[in-house]
Nanobody, 123 residues
Framework: QVQLVESGGGSVQAGGSLRLSCVAS????????MGWFRQAPGKEREFVAG????????VALDSVQGRFFISRDSAKNTIFLQMSSLQPEETAIYYC????????????????WGQGTQVTVSS
């Protein structure tokens, strides 16, 4: 089992920044892929950014490239999502998820997820 705990959400105005954190515990392994997803009210959950646990590879949604950066601190078992130039349409619950099979953008491949952290962007 893998446990994931997100933090760092909050309320910001459009153009603002936030940094989300996700602490992983349990049977997290170097082969795991880690992803940040978001789900807005009435919408499906979507992949935002991902990183493999070694930190060598990252991927991100086209619309966030250049604004969102995913990174990890392996010593602290923590994944970060630095978000800048946030827009109101990015208001959502942001989830940290882990995929046993490695880094992927496929939601169905993620086996573990946290409780989520709310991000609210006002105009």
């Amino acid at each position: 089992q893998v446990q994931l705990v997100e933090s760092g959400g909050g309320s910001v105005q459009a153009g603002g920044s936030l940094r989300l954190s996700c602490v992983a515990s349990g049977r997290i392994r170097s082969s795991h892929g880690m992803g940040w997803f978001r789900q807005a009210p009435g919408k499906e959950r979507e992949f935002v950014a991902g990183i493999n646990w070694t930190g060598v590879r990252t991927v991100a949604l086209d619309s966030v490239q250049g604004r969102f950066f995913i990174s990890r601190d392996s010593a602290k078992n923590t994944i970060f999502l630095q978000m800048s130039s946030l827009q109101p349409e990015e208001t959502a619950i942001y989830y940290c998820e882990a995929a046993t099979g490695g880094l992927t953008t496929a939601i169905a491949a993620y086996d573990y997820w946290g409780q989520g952290t709310q991000v609210t962007v006002s105009s």
